[in-house]
């Protein structure tokens, strides 16, 4: 075997473990922000539906009031 082959190949080895290497952190922040985006979605809801349960009951309380 040349030692100019093995070079080649080593650099091929290298360039593919690096390829590799960049798919797992790819993947791995890819799924890190799908569950920060989780997390988050679930924050905001629980706050919206607050928000909403003072917007919307408020009315509510005050219009049966006024009725009765």
């Known amino acids: 075997m040349h ?10 080895a290298l ?4 390829f590799v ?5 790819t993947i ?8 920060i985006n989780k997390i988050l979605h679930f924050v905001l809801q629980c706050n919206q539906d607050e928000i909403m349960d003072d917007d ?3 009315p509510i309380y005050s219009d049966s009031s006024d009725e009765d």
């Open 56 to 58: 919307y009951l408020q």
């Open 3 to 12: 030692p100019t082959m093995f070079r080649i190949q080593l650099k091929i």
């Open 28 to 35: 791995y922040y890819f799924k890190l922000i799908h569950v």
């Open 21 to 25: 290497m960049l798919i797992c952190v």
């Open 15 to 18: 360039n593919a473990g690096q």
